[in-house]
């Protein structure tokens, strides 16, 4: 059974960083996509950064700039580190990963971020 799991989230100061990761194991495909998202009270979820295969990057336009998004693939493993963050950015951060091949999707359980003003 596939299972992602995410860690480092926390609370934070504006201006300050932090670095979230998220790791896949029971998996034994390789994942073509792994991206991260988040929600916010009251708000639908929201795609942050995405990534596919070796270079393919994407970001919101609100987070471009600020937040870089990294992966292993060999440690079937994602970061995003955030920079410049914003009380906006507050909320619920999620990781995502889709398999080649079928295409299956999986999430994580979510990471809390707070940024305070």
């Known amino acids: 059974q596939v299972q992602l799991v995410e860690s480092g989230g926390g609370l934070v100061q504006a201006g300050g960083s932090l670095r979230l990761s998220c790791a896949a194991s029971g998996s034994a495909f390789s994942f073509k996509a792994m991206d991260w998202y988040r929600q916010a009270p009251g708000k639908q979820r929201e795609l942050v950064a995405g990534s596919t295969g070796t270079s393919g990057r994407n970001y919101a336009d609100s987070v471009k700039g600020r937040f870089t998004i990294s992966r292993d693939s060999a440690k079937n493993t994602v970061y995003l580190q955030m920079n410049s963050l914003k009380p906006e950015d507050t909320a619920v951060y999620y990781c995502?990963?889709?398999?080649w091949g079928r295409g299956n999707v999986y999430w994580g359980q979510g990471t809390q971020v707070t940024v305070s003003s």
């Open positions: 995502r990963m889709m398999t």
